[in-house]
T-cell receptor, first 113, second 116 residues
Framework: GQNIDQPTEMTATEGAIVQINCTYQTSGFNGLFWYQQHAGEAPTFLSY????GLEEKGRFSSFLSRSKGYSYLLLKELQMKDSASYLC??????????????FGKGTKLSVIP | SQTIHQWPATLVQPVGSPLSLECTVE??????LYWYRQAAGRGLQLLFYSVGIGQISSEVPQNLSASRPQDRQFILSSKKLLLSDSGFYLCAWSVGGRALEQETQYFGPGTRLLVL
């Protein structure tokens, strides 16, 4: 089975740093993805991790620990436009060889002045 | 560069009516294509995926079906809609391959369906 957990909601202040956690228990693992989804819009790709450690992309960083089944997305210098839902997704190859993503329910981040 | 289109953007349909949602990708060949549904308060649910023309795999048994009549066209259909079919339908594509960069999925703008 697939189980991916994220906090439902978070609130942070403009200019601050926020960490969004994701824990997973999945049958098969081949990569962890983070997507951003603004209200009423489609998800947009932010980052992926396949090996343990930190991947940095500008103000956004993502960390992975495969042994702990744990990842986090770190957002620095928060801006009002960062208010969105952040989706954690685990990738794996199916028995037929196709690559599939299983998504968590997302964390709704509200950035306040 | 690659772009993905979906239409219609919004749709209101009565229960029992048929459905056809279309997705097309430009700027790439032989993409992997996916249909997801996002219901209120729930995560993205994979409905169908396709690795080539005429090749469709279903993840969740239900009253929906998918077809891929052309390389870059993916269609989601239903003969009779149910109230529970309401949601945000998203099409996604990936290059496909064994590198994670090639497996990254990119989403279309989505179709918001309301069944009354």
């Amino acid at each position: 089975g697939q189980n991916i957990d994220q906090p439902t909601e978070m609130t942070a202040t403009e200019g601050a740093i926020v960490q969004i956690n994701c824990t997973y228990q999945t049958s098969g693992f081949n990569g962890l993805f983070w997507y951003q989804q603004h209200a009423g819009e489609a998800p947009t790709f932010l980052s992926y991790n396949v090996l343990d450690g930190l991947e940095e992309k500008g103000r956004f960083s993502s960390f992975l620990s495969r042994s702990k089944g744990y990842s986090y997305l770190l957002l620095k210098e928060l801006q009002m436009k960062d208010s969105a839902s952040y989706l954690c997704a685990v990738g794996r190859y199916s028995g037929a060889g196709s690559y599939q993503l299983t998504f968590g329910k997302g964390t709704k981040l509200s950035v306040i002045p | 560069s690659q772009t993905i289109h979906q239409w219609p953007a919004t749709l209101v349909q009565p229960v029992g009516s048929p459905l056809s949602l279309e997705c097309t990708v430009e700027g790439t060949s032989n993409p992997n294509l996916y249909w997801y549904r996002q219901a209120a308060g729930r995560g993205l649910q994979l409905l169908f995926y396709s690795v080539g023309i005429g090749q469709i795999s279903s993840e969740v048994p239900q009253n929906l079906s998918a077809s891929r009549p052309q390389d870059r066209q993916f269609i989601l259909s239903s003969k009779k809609l149910l109230l529970s079919d309401s949601g945000f339908y998203l099409c996604a594509w990936s290059v496909g391959g064994r590198a994670l960069e090639q497996e990254t999925q990119y989403f279309g703008p989505g179709t918001r369906l309301l069944v009354l």
